[in-house]
């Protein structure tokens, strides 16, 4: 019933791709973790109903399919007609995750990828003998209120005392220094090199795919985010942020957060906060109101 085949990412038959699958975006991955992208495509005759993204490492003629940290999620991506049922997108989904999975374990030996969030159902999955582990994000949806607790209100009221102010403006230089001692106080690598990661940042902001969003105090950026999302995307993902310690402490990350939720109410529908899966930070973005969600890690 389905036909499965592969190809480097393109935007062929693709009317209006979200990020994730974006070949732009893709190749950007690709070439920044030295890793194939490609683009799984299933399609019930003459048309294409999912898509799938991949990035795969060849190591003496074994396949990998990895999860690089630059690309959050990766995501089986439908496209049905608008008036077809609930149940009938159910079930073709179910049967298409089936034969997706089944694709996957003969072609490689090992596995591991991101579903997101809107790929609930993962039985087509697990009943191919993969693993499906959960994770978790936060997310924002403009539409909703905040209820944020006693505490961070408290830092709220301190970090506005700071007249920061939020702005968008792309400046990776300082992004990277920021980001470099953000890692180097938790002891830990990025995983690829800062020059590498920057020119990944250009590339992308070249095709407005990224933007910076930074707090300032005075010209001096106290904290910076970066965020993913283009004109086809209802979700921005914000997947990065780095704030100095001083000002941490003065409640500007906590200040950053929801003045970026107020800039771009009127770009996405929602913002996602791509994190939930350590203490520290899920208790931060838990106690500024933001919305859990599940999503499931796929593994064999």
Known sequence: MYELSLRTPSAAGLAAPPIWIDPRFMLAVGELHQLEALQL???????????????EKKN???????????????????????????NRNLLDELKVSGEVASFLKDRYKRMQFN???HNQDVRGFTW???????????THFSSEELHILKDERKKLR???????????????????ALLKDLYDRKQKRLGVSYAAFQKWMERLQNEDLLSQFNLLDRDRIVSTNLV???????????????????????????????LLVDML???????????????????FKAALGFKLELFFKITG
């Open 158 to 176: 301190a970090a506005r005392q700071q007249e920061y102010r939020l702005v968008e403006e792309f400046r990776p230089e300082e992004f990277i």
């Open 128 to 138: 191919q003998g993969l693993k499906a582990v959960p994770y978790y994000t936060f």
């Open 115 to 117: 579903l997101a969030p």
């Open 228 to 258: 993913l999302g283009g004109k086809n995307d209802s979700r921005g993902y914000s997947i990065m942020r780095s704030t100095r310690p001083r000002d941490l402490k003065s409640g500007a990350s906590a200040l950053h957060s929801l």
């Open 60 to 86: 003496l003629g074994l396949r990998r399919l990895i999860c690089p940290m630059s690309a959050y999620y990766q995501g089986l991506w439908f496209s049905w007609e608008e008036e077809r049922e609930p």
């Open 41 to 55: 495509l299933c399609h019930k005759g003459e048309q294409l109903v999912a898509v799938l993204p991949l990035y």
């Open 265 to 283: 109410r009127h770009r996405f529908a929602g913002l996602d906060f791509c994190g939930a899966n350590y203490p520290e930070v899920a208790r």
